[in-house]
């Protein structure tokens, strides 16, 4: 069965950080690339990166410099790293799994992803 899971939000104040992980199982990891995006209330969501299986990343301009995404291929899971947080970032976020040219792209489109996590919510106070 797949499974994304994410985990590592929370409450934190602007200017601090977190690490969000998804792990997944069920899946062909190593042939994927790993999406995150995010979604505040009252508004669509958000495409916030992605990294492809040859490790190359994609972030947005308003998150580039302060948010990283790695993987590990042997724990199957990705993470986001979150600095310099600002209230805006504030959003649940989400992973999914992109499988489309054997996990080689780096899609902006939530509509190419295939598989996705149930979101962690991230709440960053000013």
């Known amino acids: 069965q797949a499974q994304l899971v994410e985990s590592g939000g929370g409450l934190v104040q602007a200017g601090g950080s977190l690490r969000l992980s998804c792990a997944v199982s069920g899946l062909p990891f190593t042939t994927s690339a790993m999406g995150w995006f995010r979604q505040a209330p009252w508004k669509d969501r958000e495409f916030v990166g992605v990294?492809?299986?040859?490790?190359?990343?994609y972030l947005v301009d308003s998150v580039k410099g302060r948010f990283t995404i790695s993987r590990d291929n042997a724990k199957n899971t990705v993470y986001l790293r979150m600095n310099s947080l600002k209230p805006e970032d504030t959003a649940i976020y989400s992973c999914?799994?992109?499988?489309?040219?054997?996990?080689?792209?780096?899609?902006?489109?939530?509509?190419?992803?295939?598989?996705w996590g149930q979101g962690t919510q991230v709440t960053v106070s000013s």
């Open positions: 999914a799994a992109d499988f489309n040219e054997l996990g080689g792209r780096l899609s902006r489109d939530s509509r190419q992803y295939s598989y």
């Open positions: 990294i492809n299986r040859y490790g190359t990343t």
